[in-house]
């Protein structure tokens, strides 16, 4: 089955640690670019404001990742949604305002001559960037869930499919044997070669069905689907054909295995086969990397009633594991383009 494709959003250290330097360099990179376009541009000359600009820009980065760890701690914790956003929020709000306060008397302590200013433009920056890490926080947790949620369903979904697909092969058995049996017990006695020749196709066809590969090659599919067209060729003689154009190169790509018989049923199933409306299926490769099977609309007067189940099933599990479609059209032929598989995760086969 094909992976999807995870975002590597996660609440853990080094996040935090990426996250915080990610936000204070975009910081940076706003405030470096207003400083340019202000009036009073000019660059500082000396080494201390560099080194102090420096520091300053170290310390947010440690604020920030200490923040963004209490958040993280928050989100993570098994509480519901409204007690992980409350908790996290104030918490955050209180945490910058605690930061700011320390931050501004180390700065008294060590300069002497911070105004109040700087306190209150300290707090201010720190709230702003407290509510920025909580919306970021918010945002995390929120893809994480939904990517959980998401997993969840397409493994509920894809397990459905193979529910069904098991269902629609355990359908299939009884009612194939069902028939393949009268036909059987017609030869015994009448034609007993040709009957240990539909025996040994039944049997092939049979230890196919039940094998349990969730895909397999076009080959082995092919061959089946021969061993099955054998015997309805048994039971409709020259009134059924089926015609093969296969590309070589196909041989190796993989298909969803009973696919093709399941197309050749619905074809028997739903059309008209008698010396007057002998019915042809074609079944052949496309340069669109698909195997097309196709039949004239020779639609019977009494229609066997279905739901089309095997056929939406089909249709289903291809998006659903490999994100290709099933082309279907309906226009005085039937055809229906299967997608070939070029290669696949091996635990699959």
């Known amino acids: 089955m094909r992976k999807n494709k995870q975002s590597n959003l996660s609440l853990d250290h ?19 670019i207003g400083y340019i376009f202000s009036e009073n541009n000019a660059l500082p000359t000396n080494q201390e404001p560099v080194m102090g600009s420096i520091l300053h820009f170290s310390f947010s980065i440690f604020i920030s990742y200490l923040l963004f760890e209490y958040c993280f701690w928050a ?15 104030f918490g955050t709000l209180g945490l910058s305002i605690v930061i700011s306060f320390a931050y501004s008397n180390l700065a008294t302590y060590f300069l002497h001559d911070v105004s109040n200013q700087f306190f209150v ?34 493994t509920l979904l ?5 529910n069904r697909y098991e269902a629609l092969k355990n359908q299939l058995n009884p009612h194939f044997l069902f028939n393949t049996l009268n036909t059987l017990d017609g030869l015994i006695g009448f034609d007993d070669e040709k009957a240990h020749y539909y025996l040994q196709n039944l049997s092939s066809s049979f230890r196919y069905t039940i094998q349990n590969k969730e895909i397999t090659s076009l080959k082995e599919e092919l061959d089946f689907v021969k061993s099955y067209a054998h015997l309805m060729k048994i039971r409709y003689g020259d009134n059924l054909s089926i015609q093969y154009n296969i590309d070589k190169k196909y041989c190796d790509f993989l298909i969803m295995p009973i696919s093709l018989q399941l197309l050749i049923e619905n074809a028997v199933k739903h059309n008209i086969i008698n010396d007057k409306l002998p019915l042809t299926i074609f079944i052949e490769t496309t340069e669109n990397d698909t195997i097309k099977v196709s039949n004239t609309i020779q639609p019977k007067i009494n229609a066997e009633t279905g739901e ?10 291809y998006n659903l594991l490999f994100h290709k479609e099933v082309l279907i059209t309906q226009n005085g032929v039937f055809g229906v383009e299967i997608p070939l598989i070029e290669q696949i995760n091996d635990n699959l086969i």
Not at 21 to 32: E, H, M
Not at 75 to 89: H, P, Q, S, V
């Open 14 to 32: 080094w996040s935090a640690i990426k996250l915080s330097i990610f936000i204070n360099l975009l910081l940076f990179i706003f405030v470096f």
């Open 308 to 317: 089309g189940v095997g056929l939406a099933n089909l249709v289903e599990r």
């Open 75 to 89: 989100f993570r914790k098994k509480w519901g949604t409204r007690k992980k956003m409350f908790i996290a929020l």
């Open 121 to 154: 433009s300290t707090l201010i920056k720190n709230l702003v960037m407290s509510l920025i890490i909580y919306l970021v926080t918010q945002f995390i947790a929120t893809t994480i869930q939904n990517q959980k949620i998401s997993l969840e369903n397409q």
């Open 158 to 162: 894809a397990e459905n499919m193979r």
